[in-house]
Antibody
Framework: QLQLQESGPGLVKPSETLSLTCTVS????????RGWIRQPPGKGLEWIGSIYYSGSTYYNPSLKSRVTISVDTSKNQFSLRLSSLTAADTAVYYCARQGATVVSSFDYWGQGTLVTVSS | QSVLTQPPSTSGTPGQRVTISCSGS????????VNWYQQLPGTAPKLLIY???QRPSGVPDRFSGSKSGTSASLAISGLQSEDEADYYC????????????FGGGTKLTVL
């Protein structure tokens, strides 16, 4: 059974950069897109961006200037960096697998990790 | 303000049929397929319906999806207490070089 697991700091200071890693186990997602989605406490889902194994990326235009998503296929991992953090970036961050195209649904999700932006 | 519009809440009694609507535009639902996600309290979202009306393996056939023009609907028949959750629609949007957009979510309460 494919499993995804997010890892990274639970608390980050304002203006700093958040780094999260998603580790995939139970199978390879080498020729799939994979993405990051976040959910502020008590609110809805927001797509952050998606990446293909080749490194091709799509980013949410509202976050594009602050986001970098990268992939390490040798480790079956992909990562998120979000810079210039503010309290509005406080959210549960999910990583998820998609299909072979960026317009494919998110079919496997990690459990999510809560990131709080506070001094 | 979400790009896709869903009712904030709905409710039903066990055994009843409920529907949740999702309204979009020509750049998202009008030109791409719709997916639905179920989020049980305190858990990650789970894919419920993809490509408008397809159920992943393991999803009961009580759940069904449809799309017409720039709107989509999720129907749940034979409502059960374990269906109480938040439901989100999602679609790829062709504007702004492409992006995923979600509905604001609908909280389903089983009375």
């Amino acid at each position: 059974q494919l499993q995804l697991q997010e890892s990274g700091p639970g608390l980050v200071k304002p203006s700093e950069t958040l780094s999260l890693t998603c580790t995939v186990s139970g199978g390879s997602i080498s020729r799939y897109y994979r993405g990051w989605i976040r959910q502020p406490p008590g609110k809805g889902l927001e797509w952050i961006g998606s990446i293909y194994y080749s490194g091709s990326t799509y980013y949410n235009p509202s976050l594009k200037s602050r986001v970098t998503i990268s992939v390490d296929t040798s480790k079956n991992q992909f990562s998120l960096r979000l810079s210039s953090l503010t309290a509005a970036d406080t959210a549960v961050y999910y990583c998820a697998r998609q299909g072979a195209t960026v317009v494919s649904s998110f079919d496997y999700w990690g459990q999510g990790t809560l990131v709080t932006v506070s001094s | 303000q979400s790009v896709l519009t869903q009712p904030p809440s709905t409710s039903g009694t066990p055994g009843q049929r409920v529907t949740i609507s999702c309204s979009g535009s020509s750049s998202n639902i009008g030109s791409n397929t719709v997916n639905w996600y179920q989020q049980l309290p305190g858990t990650a979202p789970k894919l419920l319906i993809y490509s408008n009306n397809q159920r992943p393996s393991g999803v009961p056939d009580r759940f069904s999806g449809s799309k017409s023009g720039t709107s989509a609907s999720l129907a749940i028949s034979g409502l059960q207490s374990e269906d109480e959750a938040d439901y989100y629609c999602a679609a790829w949007d062709d504007s702004l070089n492409g992006r995923w957009v979600f509905g604001g979510g609908t909280k389903l309460t089983v009375l």
